[in-house]
Nanobody, 123 residues
């Protein structure tokens, strides 16, 4: 059974950094695109970043370009989101998700989701 477990969230001051991790199991990790999304209460889930199965193609939301970096370690079945220069607007629950083969920015096109990890940025 596919499982995605996020970790690494927490409270950080504006301008600081966090690194999120998502450990995957139950799938052939290297064949799946991994994505990060975030959601604030009262708003739709928002695309943050995605990385293809080989790790050589990435995509970022405009709001995080230059600040966030997505990467993956297929040997460890783990995807990371390095978040630098965090701002209060980045506060959200961050979700890891996966879909087979092809990248997407659309939440409904991802078949599996983790439970989320809270990121709170104070000002």
């Amino acid at each position: 059974q596919v499982q995605l477990v996020e970790s690494g969230g927490g409270l950080v001051q504006a301008g600081g950094s966090l690194r999120l991790s998502c450990a995957a199991s139950g799938l052939t990790f290297s064949s799946y695109v991994m994505g990060w999304f975030r959601q604030v209460p009262g708003k739709e889930r928002e695309f943050v970043a995605a990385i293809n199965w080989s790790g050589d193609d990435t995509n970022y939301a405009d709001s995080v370009k230059g600040r966030f970096t997505i990467s993956r370690d297929n040997a460890k079945n783990t995807v990371f989101l390095q978040m630098n220069s965090l701002q209060p607007e980045d506060t959200a629950v961050y979700y890891c998700a996966t879909r087979y083969r092809y990248s997407s920015t659309i939440p409904r096109e991802y078949g599996y989701w983790g439970q989320g990890t809270q990121v709170t940025v104070s000002s």
